[in-house]
């Protein structure tokens, strides 16, 4: 064999090659990327998670002490939607299990974003950039419209479902409530609603991670329709349907706004 066809040999093997290298790095997204990545054991992981949720009791305790320390203002509060019905209390230590209750909640809400910090930390080393790229906007639209699901319970939903158990009964029974039953319902029914309140960032999330798209969420509107009627029924505690309508139709909102922010983010 010749030197020159020695010479085209070797550049026809290598070449390939170097066409392969080039393929991969023009096909590597540097947004798929883990900043700083760090290798751990799965020991290590869970030392790690262990001092997260150790750090996140410690939080809720704290805030749960100082809200019982507190709890009257916050019961008279919560009190304040009933129009002035008088409570009683049935049971010994009734009220004291109703701090507890009230103090329990209200902590929990409380330290909610020292917790949602815990758990980003947790998670953010396995986060790609573009995955990091939502988180940010993710914590504070959940947050927020957590919060605006309280204040809709509160100003809307609760007073609402009380002026028709009040009105019901008016002219046949004298308005004397259990402190126990009342603070049951208020509670469950600010934190169910809440939690409905998260369904956009639920759709965002699948939208941004290429799950489901804006076109599909809202083929699937007679789907959602029913299954924000049940998710009416189930959430309120009570049985009226005005309080149901109330929270079905505000979780239709949000479902096809949610829609709305998936297509403009381009899914």
């Known amino acids: 064999m ?11 093997t290598t070449t390939p090659a170097v066409d392969l290298e080039q393929y991969d790095k023009s096909e590597t997204d540097p947004l798929d990327d883990l900043p700083g990545e760090v290798e751990m054991t799965l020991f290590e992981h869970l030392e790690e998670l262990r001092q997260r949720i150790f750090y996140a009791l410690i939080a809720v305790a704290i805030s749960v002490i100082g809200c019982f320390i507190a709890v009257k203002p916050i019961v008279q509060w919560l009190e304040v939607p009933a129009q002035g019905v008088k409570f009683l209390q049935l049971a010994p230590g009734e009220y004291f299990f109703v701090s507890l209750k009230v103090a329990g909640y209200s902590g929990l809400v409380i330290s909610s974003p020292f917790i949602l910090y815990q758990i980003v930390q947790f998670v953010l080393p396995g986060l790609t950039r573009r995955e990091r790229r939502l988180l940010g906007p993710v914590v504070l639209g959940s947050s927020a ?22 009105s019901y009964g008016a002219d046949v029974v004298e308005q004397l409530w259990s402190i126990d039953k009342y603070f049951e319902f208020v509670l469950l029914l600010l934190f169910s609603t809440g939690l409905a309140f998260q369904i956009p960032i639920i759709q965002i999330l699948l939208g941004a991670l290429k799950i489901v798209s804006s076109q599909t969420m809202l083929s699937g509107w007679r789907y959602v329709v029913l299954g924000a009627v049940v998710l009416g029924a189930v959430l309120t505690p009570s049985t009226d349907p005005l309080t149901q309508t109330l929270l079905a139709g505000a979780v239709l909102g949000l479902y096809f706004g949610g829609i709305g922010l998936v297509k403009l983010t381009g899914n």
């Not at 010749?2 to 026809?12: E, G, R, V």
């Not at 419209?145 to 009040?166: D, N, T």
């Open 145 to 166: 419209l957590f919060v605006a699901g309280l204040f809709f319970a509160y100003f809307l939903l609760i007073p609402a479902a009380l002026r028709f158990f009040i």
């Open 2 to 12: 010749t030197p020159s066809q020695n010479t085209d040999t070797a550049t026809a």
